[in-house]
Nanobody, 115 residues
Framework: QVHLVESGGGLVQPGGSLRLSCAAS????????MGWYRQAPGNRREWVAT???????NYGDSVKGRFAISRDNTKNMMYLQMNSLKPEDTAVYYC?????????WGQGTQVTVSS
């Protein structure tokens, strides 16, 4: 089992920045890929970014060049640096971790981009 807790969400003006954190506990050594997803009201959950255990990353087209995912395996932490935020980035952001074929989720953190 893996337990994930997100933090760092909040209200930010368009063009601003936020850094989300995801703290992992439990069967940490078994985690392979980790990622961020988001869900806006009335929308499906959308993939944002993924980082493998060794570091390679991948991003959704809507955030490429603005967001950066990182991971510190020594601290069991994952981060999402979000820059040049837009109102359409408003959503609940979820942390995800893969252990074999099992997928674990955090409870989510709200990000609101508004003036």
């Amino acid at each position: 089992q893996v337990h994930l807790v997100e933090s760092g969400g909040g209200l930010v003006q368009p063009g601003g920045s936020l850094r989300l954190s995801c703290a992992a506990s439990g069967s940490i050594s078994s985690i392979t890929d980790m990622g961020w997803y988001r869900q806006a009201p009335g929308n499906r959950r959308e993939w944002v970014a993924t980082i493998t255990k060794r570091g390679p990353t991948n991003y959704g087209d809507s955030v490429k060049g603005r967001f950066a995912i990182s991971r510190d395996n020594t601290k069991n932490m994952m981060y999402l640096q979000m820059n040049s935020l837009k109102p359409e980035d408003t959503a609940v952001y979820y942390c995800n971790a893969l252990v074999g074929e099992d997928s674990f989720w955090g409870q989510g953190t709200q990000v609101t981009v508004s003036s």
